[in-house]
C-alpha cells in the first residue's frame, strides 16, 4: 500500500485532526492491507510466508473488531458495511 491510499484511508475514518491510531483507522488499514495480499496469493498460491502473515492480520483485525463491537455497536455496524467486511461472531 502507498502512502497516498494510507493518507486516504486515514482522511476518510479518523475522528479528530491528528487521529491516526483509532480503532477504524486500524481495522480500515488492515483491510486494504489483507484485500491486497488476497489478490497476491491468488496468483502466487505457494507462497506460504505471506499466507502466514495474512492469517496474522485477519487475527488482528478481527480483535479490533470485537473490541468496537464490545464499545460502540452502532460505529461497528456503520464500519463493516463501509468496508463490505462479514460481522464477526
Same mark, same amino acid.
Given at each position: 500500500? !502507498?502512502?497516498?491510499?494510507?493518507?486516504?484511508?486515514?482522511?476518510?475514518?479518523?475522528? &479528530?485532526?491528528?487521529?491516526?491510531? &483509532?480503532?477504524?483507522?486500524?481495522?480500515?488499514?488492515? /483491510? =486494504?492491507?489483507?484485500?491486497?495480499? /488476497?489478490?497476491?496469493?491468488?496468483?502466487?498460491?505457494?507462497?506460504?510466508? &505471506?499466507? $502466514?502473515?495474512?492469517?496474522?492480520?485477519? %487475527?488482528? $483485525?478481527?480483535?479490533?473488531?470485537?473490541?468496537?463491537? !464490545?464499545?460502540? #455497536?452502532?460505529?461497528?455496524?456503520?464500519? #463493516?458495511?463501509?468496508? %463490505?467486511?462479514? =460481522?464477526?461472531?
Amino acid at each position: 500500500m !502507498d502512502k497516498q491510499k494510507k493518507t486516504e484511508i486515514i482522511g476518510k475514518y479518523k475522528q &479528530s485532526e491528528h487521529d491516526t491510531g &483509532s480503532v477504524q483507522v486500524q481495522i480500515a488499514i488492515l /483491510t =486494504e492491507r489483507i484485500n491486497h495480499l /488476497t489478490e497476491h496469493l491468488k496468483k502466487n498460491p505457494k507462497d506460504n510466508h &505471506s499466507r $502466514r502473515g495474512l492469517l496474522m492480520m485477519v %487475527g488482528k $483485525r478481527k480483535g479490533f473488531l470485537q473490541y468496537l463491537k !464490545d464499545r460502540d #455497536i452502532e460505529l461497528y455496524r456503520n464500519l #463493516i458495511k463501509d468496508l %463490505g467486511i462479514r =460481522e464477526i461472531k
